[in-house]
C-alpha cells in the first residue's frame, strides 16, 4: 500500500484534513511504523480538551517524547543562535557545504535541535510528528520549511506534520502528502472514509490521487480500530 521507503529513509510528510481525530491518528499510525520511538510534538497546552481517541490522552507516547509547546512562539528560531559566528565553532578548513548545513541547524529551534541530537543511529531514521501545525505559522512558513525539512532530513529525521486545515503551497515541499477525508470531532464509521495521496507514490492503490477506505489500509485500520472500536 506504502512504498519501502517511506519507512526505511527520511522523508518528510504531510497529513491533513477537517477530522483532527483521523489526522492525529493517522500521523500517529505513519510515524509509529517507521519509528517506534519517535517524537511527538504538539502546539497545544496540557490543559487541552481531548477526544477519547486521542493517542496523547490514550497513553501511547511516553513523557520523554512528547512535547507540548504553548504558546507556540517559543518554537521560533533562537535569534541568539541565528547571530553566532560559526567559524569559531568548527574549523576554517570545513567545506562550505558543512558550515551551510551548520549554520541552518544553529537556526534550528532549540527543541528541534535537542530531538535530533537525542537520536541513536540504528538503521531506522528518526522521527519527529508535528500536529496542530496550523497554530505556529511563524515557524512552519513556506519560506522556512525547505530549511527546516533539509536539516531534519541531513541528520536522519522524517519530519511528519498534521494540518487540521487545508494547507497552502507550502505542502508541495513535502516528499508526501495525504489527504485524509473524514467530518466532525468524533466521526462514526471511520471504516468508510478514505484516504488520497496527493503526492508521492505512483503505483498501487494510492497511486493518482485514487481514494482508498481506511478500512482497506491495515496500516491505518490497526490503530483506528484500537482508538476507537467500530460501533455495532
Not at 148 to 173: K, N, Y
Request: hydrophobic fraction near 40%.
Amino acid at each position: 500500500m506504502f512504498p519501502a521507503a517511506l519507512f526505511l529513509q527520511a522523508h518528510s510528510v504531510l497529513v491533513y484534513g477537517s477530522s483532527k481525530p483521523l489526522v492525529r491518528l493517522t500521523l500517529f499510525a505513519l510515524a509509529s511504523s517507521v519509528n517506534s520511538q519517535f517524537h511527538w510534538v504538539e502546539f497545544a497546552p496540557r490543559s487541552v480538551e481531548r477526544t477519547p481517541c486521542d493517542p496523547v490522552r490514550l497513553g501511547w507516547i511516553p513523557d520523554e517524547r512528547l512535547w507540548l509547546i504553548d504558546p507556540s512562539q517559543s518554537l521560533r528560531p533562537d535569534e541568539a543562535s541565528t547571530k553566532l559566528s560559526v567559524s569559531k565553532l568548527i574549523s576554517a578548513d570545513e567545506p562550505a557545504e558543512s558550515l551551510g548545513r551548520f549554520t541552518e541547524f544553529l537556526r534550528l529551534p532549540d527543541l528541534s535541535q535537542q530531538i535530533i541530537a537525542s537520536h541513536t543511529p540504528n538503521g531506522q531514521p528518526g522521527v519527529v510528528a508535528v500536529t496542530n501545525v496550523q497554530h505556529a505559522a511563524d515557524t512552519f512558513s513556506a519560506e522556512r520549511l525547505p530549511s527546516i525539512l533539509s536539516v531534519h532530513r541531513d541528520s536522519g529525521f522524517s519530519v511528519m506534520v498534521g494540518h487540521d486545515v487545508t494547507p497552502g503551497p507550502g505542502r508541495e515541499l513535502f516528499d508526501f502528502v495525504f489527504h485524509v477525508q473524514g467530518e466532525g470531532d468524533r466521526p462514526a464509521d471511520w471504516q468508510h472514509h478514505h484516504l488520497v495521496c496527493e503526492k508521492g507514490i505512483t503505483s498501487g492503490p494510492l497511486r493518482d490521487r485514487r481514494p482508498v477506505r481506511l478500512e482497506e489500509i491495515p496500516l491505518l485500520a490497526a490503530v483506528l480500530s484500537r482508538a476507537r472500536p467500530r460501533e455495532s
